[in-house]
């Protein structure tokens, strides 16, 4: 992965809207009864847990950076390494915002894919449209940002089948192009976070339709 101090993981760790929002992209194909293993790849200090842990028999964190790790809490298992020897068969692959930090993406999906289940699926959310890549890109270590046609095409040639890929969050494409390529700010304040994620209810009911442009991308994809 790229270099990253992972700061804004605290400042997110109370978007509790924003997390349930984009779960909500999700639940749909979460089945009845709950995976039976799943995994938080690239999970930092678990940010995004309390919203699958139910709906997992087992959940085991991916997190190579020991201090998040160490600090990360909700998890049956929490690995540095997933080595070939571990036969782990994860039916449920969650990557928040985690692609984006990989240099080589396709390799790591490549070998994501062989630690999966058959039939598993991967739950990804990524940045959207290199045109709004700026200073906070930079600041969070991003090696890019995706277009629907690049995040798809990389997961096809990695072995998933895409089922959906949705734009998300068209407000932040307006602050986020402002923050990062016209003011260039590199961080955010715990206040601002605190303020969009009163904002998240709104908008989640504008986006009942899919906006035209979008700071992220909600992905599921199947292994095949």
Same mark, same amino acid.
């Given at each position: ?10 400042s997110?760790?109370k978007?509790?809207?924003y ?11 979460f089945?009845?009864h709950? $995976? $039976?293993?799943g995994?938080?790849?690239g999970?930092?200090?678990?940010? $995004? ?11 085991? *964190? ?6 998040l ?12 390494v ?32 062989d ?13 959207n449209?290199?045109?709004? $890549? ?32 949705r734009r998300?969050?068209? *407000?932040?494409?307006?602050t986020?192009g ?21 904002l998240?209810?709104? *908008?989640?009911?504008l ?12 992905v599921v994809?199947?292994?095949?």
């Amino acid at each position: 992965m790229s270099e990253y101090s992972g700061w804004e993981f605290e400042s997110l760790s109370k978007a509790s809207n924003y997390y349930t929002w984009i779960v909500s992209h999700f639940r749909s194909f979460f089945p009845k009864h709950g $995976f $039976f293993k799943g995994l938080d790849y690239g999970g930092g200090c678990g940010n $995004f847990a309390p919203y699958v842990r139910s709906h997992c028999d087992k959940l085991t *964190l991916y997190e190579p950076d020991a201090i998040l790790r160490d600090g990360a809490t909700g998890y049956d298992e929490k690995l540095e390494v997933l080595s070939d020897d571990q036969l782990s068969a994860f039916d449920a692959v969650f990557a928040i915002n985690v692609l984006e930090h990989i240099v080589d993406d396709y390799s790591a999906l490549e070998a994501l894919r062989d630690k999966m289940s058959f039939d598993g699926l991967l739950f990804a959310f990524v940045p959207n449209d290199p045109q709004i $890549f700026g200073s906070l890109d930079e600041e969070f270590g991003h090696c890019r940002r995706y277009s629907k046609k690049t995040i798809k095409d990389t997961l096809t040639d990695a072995g998933f089948r895409v089922i959906v890929c949705r734009r998300f969050n068209g *407000l932040g494409w307006f602050t986020w192009g402002l923050m990062g390529r016209v003011l260039k700010v590199r961080r955010w304040s715990m206040s601002s976070v605190q303020a969009f994620d009163k904002l998240v209810p709104i *908008l989640a009911r504008l986006e009942r339709v899919e906006p035209l442009l979008a700071q992220s991308l909600v992905v599921v994809a199947r292994k095949h």
